[in-house]
């Protein structure tokens, strides 16, 4: 129990909901926490709840009775989500980042907390109303995505395999198209890391033509589970649309052109933003 100022409450109160996002917390949690009268708690969260509408942090919900508690929602708003896009549009239209082949540089920003968490936000965000089990990226590149996203939707992540590991145990693997260099290659899943008939939704950090996420919907069959949600942070702008494995996914930024010679990268808000 902690006897704290009512300044003090508020502000471990609020970082405590923060910690758990998703998660519905029964009132006497917090009375048996701080040593307060349940009326008290709730005249905080009622304070706490108008500030995180205000300032488009979330939703703070309540529920009544004895089962009942508060639990918080994070979102973020259409126009703090674009000026976050839009921030990430401009990082990756820099000269310097165009390699060799016309490939374009992105390690550093997926290694970057903050930009991941934001994203990670926007997902959440995007998703909150789907029924969701899961997060699963591919490895490597899209884990930081991943867990950024789980971390906000409280889930666990799911990492597919491109090589089986033997420390994965027994696995489900298969063979996938990759839709941009129409090469074969294949992807694997540990038997124990997913429960069948699991709502999963699927983050990644680039997507061209789909090959890969359409392989992950493929592996996902063999689990008889079902795909809740896509969710790309930059998607190739150039594939023509029929050529395209995938046209149900949400993405944040989208890349129209690279031009190597003339080192000129051109990056627009996603999809996402189109509605």
């Known amino acids: 129990m902690k006897k704290l100022k009512r300044s003090a409450r508020l502000v ?3 970082q405590y909901l923060l910690n758990r996002p998703h998660t519905l917390i029964p009132l006497t949690t917090f ?10 708690i709730s005249e905080d969260l009622a ?25 918080f ?19 990756l239209e820099q000269r310097d980042r165009i390699l060799p082949g016309g490939y374009l540089y992105m390690s550093d920003l997926l290694g970057e907390p903050s930009l991941m968490n934001e994203a990670g936000k926007i997902f959440a965000t995007a998703f909150a109303e789907k029924e969701i089990d899961c997060v699963m990226t591919v490895e490597t590149k899209g884990i930081p995505l991943a867990y950024a996203t789980g971390a906000q939707l409280n889930l666990p992540v ?34 124990r890391a997913l429960k069948e008939k699991s709502r999963v939704l699927i983050v990644d950090d680039f997507m061209k033509a789909g090959g890969t996420i359409q392989g ?11 795909v809740a949600g896509v969710g ?39 999809n996402y933003f189109e509605s």
């Open 12 to 14: 471990e109160l609020t």
């Open 31 to 40: 009375a048996d926490r701080y040593g307060a009268a349940k009326s008290s």
């Open 47 to 71: 304070i706490i709840k108008e500030v995180f509408e205000d300032e488009g942090m979330g939703d703070l919900q309540t529920f009544a009775g004895a089962t009942g508690g508060v639990r």
């Open 73 to 91: 929602i994070p979102k973020m708003t259409k126009k703090q989500a674009l000026i976050f896009a839009e921030d990430l549009c401009a990082q």
């Open 158 to 191: 799911v990492l597919v395999r491109r090589d089986h590991q033997v420390t994965e145990g027994s696995a489900v693997s298969i063979n996938y198209v990759s839709g941009s260099h129409k090469s074969i290659h294949t992807m694997s899943l540990s038997r």
């Open 216 to 226: 992950m919907v493929d592996l996902l069959a063999e689990f008889n589970a079902e």
């Open 232 to 270: 790309v942070l930059v998607e190739s702008g150039a594939v023509e649309t029929e050529e395209r494995l995938l046209h149900d996914y949400v993405s944040l930024a989208k890349l129209t052109e690279v031009d190597f010679k003339s080192k000129q990268i051109l990056v627009s808000p996603g």
